[in-house]
């Protein structure tokens, strides 16, 4: 049948040589390399469940009335936004299964691109010729992170709309154009026209999602072209050689049953775990807050940018040239970006080194690498818990005002002590190493797969010390 | 060196008789013996007039008076653990209540006869609407104790949760407005719209979690906890068993 | 008829043993080739495993379609959860097993190439060069085609400003408030001056407006008279020391939702308004200064007087413009 089926295919398309590369096509098999799949699968997910939602979900501003089942809303006006997502929570069969698997997909999504970049910073493999690939996957994050700001705050519940009124103001806060910029988005001073809804609609569910796919067709297309890197796990891998599982039968097998296992958890939680109950905050009013308000994990960093930010509009005379979001909630992101985009070439002028690498390193291998990756993620992630602060005064009683203090002074001074110390660690697991290595060496004279590197065998990779000493 | 050692002995011994409120609370000796007028006034002489002075006349700097405080403000902040403060500046929370059921009555009757006070009221909320309540608690109460009572910060103070408050407790709390909290007289929330509140704030201390477990019902920072800590370990572990470790 | 099913039937079983010899020919062919894929692992525990878990997975996906159907709103989403979500789990580890246990974990090789092919960029070079060896007048060329580029382009993105008032930022400045206009509160009614009590806060909205612009809201409190600290020419913005201030944040927004007030003076901070989200801190005595947290403009105060119907009334506009900081912010009055 599965000859049938392939002839039929080969007829049609003469896509039968490409078939059998694809196949056999080499997959090297460390565990963190399935980390960017996690990613893609949770996308998938949140695919398939948007569509589901975009079914039931209502994008309008105008105002109604409910008239459900869940008792304290019930006679309140609200929007046709609003009301639609609670008929989905409490009317709609499976509704709330699908709106928190899509909630947590996102979440989980996000994560596993983090993560994903984690593993391709420390290991080098943003080296030439997977620079495009490097900058085509942080322009998909980036919007990634826009695209789930947008989802959550299309609900126009209360914790949304506070959300929103702050990225109009960080809007505004552009120097020079930012008020043209924000009634651009917005199309009217705060809170909008009754377009907007729209717009955050019609971006969230067609326009960037059509342009993440493109980004991660290319993405795909890129890594499949070049090969996936691999660690130097046998001799035999080179800078020429790869080694690896063939999708058929090894790996295929098990790329599906990683797809499945994410779709479990995501659907486990769906159903398990509350996310975001948005009939328990109510609907949003320009007038009204509530205490302990956050945005999505993802964009915590900023909050946290925001508060540590002292109390200061920058001004010329009368004119405001920075309002106060703009250090926080766009300049601070900004960087952070554009140092991940100048990674590849900042590497390349340090080490003096434009070659290709196919060969990922460890770590260890990379010290100035790993240290300034440690030392950058270091500074991000205080500033991130640092958004946290209100919180941990309610759980642990350290004062508000005193924890603001020390995430300033804390995410100025100790990236750079991670510097130091990752270093330093780097250059002990080294030297570890070297040890190890050379006292196998001199036990076993004829051992066919010397453990470590072998650095002087004519095919080596190129992957050894380089930044730093 | 013996006489020294028996002397720390002595004085451990008998640390807790010289233990000062409100490590303990300070009881009189005769208690049983006493009226309750008589054990109101010894009581709050022995634990209160340090900072609310003689007759609850108030000091100038560790106590407001409670001459006006009436059974309300009394029976909120004796039954919460409120008071007694162990310092003046400190914040009150709630917490163990020293005082037995007989003392807190004759305190709370002493502190009411101090003055012209209100009573400890008796709200209704059986009588209360859910929408009212959610709308009066939003505009009112959400933005120190967040929407669903699960307190939070003020520039200066924590923001208890609410989900120990008795509906006497809540009402109390609205009438008075213990601490820093600002207070809500019968003209800013009447005694049927305090019905809705109570009514309200009783549901939060179950909240309707219709998605299943409320991880603390405060939104995104707990989401963010399991999206680390639960799934993306969960993830990571997966990935370990299907693929390969360096070194295997 | 029986001729005619015979022959039929010899017709059929003919044809079938064709193929069986066809099929026995190719596989002789093939096993003389060599495997290409090398034979699995023997494990029929695994694959009894793995059928088990097929069929788990199989009852959890029909428990799923069972609590679907089902009615009753009880933990719904939960069983649906743990039945759609054993499914995939039971097919995930299915799968799983099946790669690392039935099947051959053979390693193979391929090639990293190299992507640049040097000779290729030069052939492309050379044809775009050669194409364009026509051309005599590029200067003139290129001049007009950047004309028009830059022209369509720009034509192309005007529409852009259809978004909203991109080029006239004036709107920003407008507020619903006008002298004269009674405070209306949360209540829909009229907010009287009499009513208004210390140690407690109050929203309100100009009459006849549309309480979501964010030029609406205000937030009112009753200070002691001798407590304001006012700036001068706001002297008489607060009568009875009633003061008002716009409930928009003018850090980023959000509503200021919280009002501390103090029980006991002495060892308690003085009132103020804070804002939920970044813990901006506004002090009503001072009109509105910043006493804590990021924002950079105090909170605009809105004059009051009373009434003769003892109705609190605005007074004229804010003493600034409203929310979030933005260019002319300072530099213009609202209006």
Request: hydrophobic fraction near 45%.
């Amino acid at each position: 049948m599965i000859r049938r089926a392939v002839a039929y295919l080969d007829r049609g398309t003469g896509a039968s040589p490409l078939l059998r590369k694809t196949l056999r096509y080499a997959f090297p098999d460390h565990w963190s390399f399935l980390l960017g799949e996690v990613a893609l699968y949770s996308f998938i997910v949140l695919v398939a469940t948007g569509i589901y939602l975009t079914l039931f979900f209502e994008p309008s501003l105008a105002k109604t009335t409910y008239n459900g089942v869940y008792a304290p809303l019930r006679g309140m006006e609200m929007s046709q936004a609003y009301k639609s997502v609670v008929d989905i929570s409490y009317e709609r069969n499976a509704g709330l299964l699908f709106r928190q698997t899509h909630h947590w997909a996102a979440d989980v999504f996000v994560a596993a691109v983090i993560l994903h970049l984690i593993r391709v910073f420390f290991t080098g493999a943003f080296r030439r010729p997977r620079t495009l690939i490097w900058t085509i996957g942080l322009l998909m994050l980036f919007t990634s992170l826009l695209e789930g700001y947008l989802g959550y705050s299309m609900v126009d519940d209360l914790l949304s709309g506070m959300g929103l009124a702050i990225g109009y103001a960080v809007a505004m806060s552009t120097p020079v154009i930012g008020a043209n910029l924000a009634l651009g988005i917005w199309g009217a001073p705060y809170p909008g026209a009754h377009a907007f809804e729209s717009r955050m609609y019609i971006a969230h569910v067609l326009i960037f999602p059509a342009l993440i796919a493109t980004l991660l067709a290319l993405h795909l297309a890129l890594v499949v072209r070049h090969h996936h890197t691999q660690f130097r796990t046998s001799p035999r891998a080179t800078e020429k050689r790869l080694l690896g599982l063939p999708t058929l039968p090894a790996y295929a097998p098990r790329s599906l049953g990683l797809m499945l296992a994410v779709a479990a958890l995501l659907f486990l939680l769906g159903g398990l775990v509350q996310i975001n109950p948005i009939w328990q905050w109510g609907p949003y009013e320009v007038s009204q807050g509530t205490n302990g308000a956050q945005p999505d994990w993802y964009l915590g960093w900023l909050i946290g940018a925001l508060r540590l930010v002292p109390g200061f509009d920058l001004t010329v005379g009368d004119y405001t040239l920075v309002g106060n979001p703009f250090w926080g909630g766009a300049l601070f992101p900004l960087v952070v970006l554009l140092v991940l985009l100048a990674v590849p070439a900042a590497e390349r002028r340090i080490t003096r080194d434009g070659s290709t690498h196919n060969i990922a390193d460890r770590p260890r291998d990379a010290p100035g690498r790993t240290a300034f990756g440690m030392a950058f993620l270091t500074w991000v992630a205080l500033i991130f818990v640092a958004g946290s602060a209100d919180r941990m005064y309610v759980f642990l009683g350290l004062s508000y005002e005193g924890q603001i203090w020390f995430y300033r002074v804390a995410s100025l001074v100790l990236p750079f002590v991670a510097y130091l110390v990752t270093r330093r660690v780097c250059h002990a697991l080294q030297e570890a190493g070297r040890i190890e290595a050379d006292a196998a060496a001199a036990g076993a004279k004829t051992s066919t797969d010397p453990p470590g590197r072998d650095c002087n065998a004519p095919d080596a990779g190129t992957g050894d010390v380089r930044w730093g000493t | 060196m013996r006489r020294l050692a028996v002397a720390i002995l002595f004085l451990l011994a008998t640390a807790p008789a010289h233990a000062q409120p409100p490590a303990g609370i300070s009881r009189p000796a005769n208690a049983s013996a006493l009226s309750p007028i008589e054990l109101g006034a010894a009581l709050y002489a022995g634990n209160c007039s340090t900072c609310h002075g003689i007759a609850g006349r108030g000091t100038s700097d560790r106590g407001p008076s409670l001459r006006d405080a009436g059974a309300q403000a009394a029976d909120f902040y004796l039954r919460t653990g409120y008071m007694p403060l162990t310092h003046p500046d400190q914040q009150p929370k709630r917490g163990h209540v020293d005082f037995s059921e007989r003392e807190l009555r004759v305190l709370i009757a002493y502190i009411a006869s101090l003055g012209n006070g209100p009573p400890v009221p008796a709200p209704h909320p059986e009588r209360g609407n859910l929408r009212e309540g959610l709308r009066l608690f939003t505009s009112h109460c959400a933005g120190c104790h967040q929407i669903v009572g699960q307190g939070g910060v003020v520039t200066g103070a924590r923001v208890p949760p609410l989900d120990q408050a008795t509906a006497t407790q809540i009402a109390e709390a609205v009438r008075i407005g213990p601490y820093l909290m600002p207070k809500f007289s019968e003209r800013d929330i009447s005694p049927a719209q305090l019905d809705s509140l109570v009514r309200y704030v009783q549901l939060t201390q179950h909240p309707p979690d219709r998605g299943g477990w409320g991880i603390g019902n405060i939104g995104p920072f707990p989401e963010g906890m399991i999206t680390w800590l639960l799934a993306a370990l969960a993830l990571i572990a997966t990935c370990m068993v299907i693929g390969r470790r360096l070194g295997s | 008829m029986k001729r005619f099913v015979l022959t039929l039937l010899a017709i059929i079983n003919g044809l079938r043993r064709r193929r069986e010899r066809i099929g026995a020919r190719e596989e002789e062919a093939r096993r003389e080739e060599g495997p290409i894929v090398p034979p699995g692992p023997h494990a029929p525990r695994a694959e009894l495993a793995v059928a088990l878990l097929l069929f788990a997975a199989a009852l959890c996906g029909a428990g799923f379609i069972v609590v679907y159907a089902v009615g009753g709103d009880w933990n719904r989403t939960q069983l649906q959860g743990i039945t759609l979500g054993g499914a995939f789990a039971f097919l995930a580890i299915a799968l799983i097993t099946v790669g690392k246990h039935l099947v051959s974990e053979e390693e193979v090789e391929d090639s990293y190439h190299d992507p640049e092919h040097p000779s290729e960029q030069e052939r492309i070079d050379k044809i775009v060069e050669e194409s364009a060896s026509g051309i005599t007048r590029k200067k003139l060329l290129i001049t007009a085609g950047g004309a028009a580029g830059a022209a369509v382009g720009l034509a192309a993105i005007t529409p852009a400003l259809t978004l909203g008032p991109l080029l006239d930022t004036d709107e920003l400045r407008e507020t619903p408030w006008r002298r004269g206009l009674r405070l209306i509160g949360e209540d829909g009614k009229p907010l009287f001056a009499g009513q208004v009590e210390e140690e407690t806060f109050y929203t309100a909205f100009p009459e006849h407006a549309d309480r979501d612009l964010i030029g609406s809201p205000v937030v009112v409190v009753r200070l002691a008279p001798e407590q304001l600290r006012l700036p001068p020419e706001r002297a008489k913005w607060a009568p009875l020391g009633i003061v008002a201030f716009s409930k928009v944040c003018t850090h980023a927004g959000c509503a200021i939702a919280l009002y501390r007030k103090p029980t006991f003076k002495p060892t308690q901070p003085r009132p103020a308004l804070v804002c939920p989200c970044h813990y901006s801190t506004f002090d009503p005595a001072r009109g509105g200064e910043v006493i804590f947290g990021p924002a950079g403009r105090p909170l605009p105060q809105l004059p009051l007087v009373v009434g003769g119907d003892g109705i609190l009334r605005a007074g004229g506009n804010f003493s600034g413009q409203v929310g979030p900081a933005y260019g002319t912010v300072r530099s213009r009055r609202p209006t």
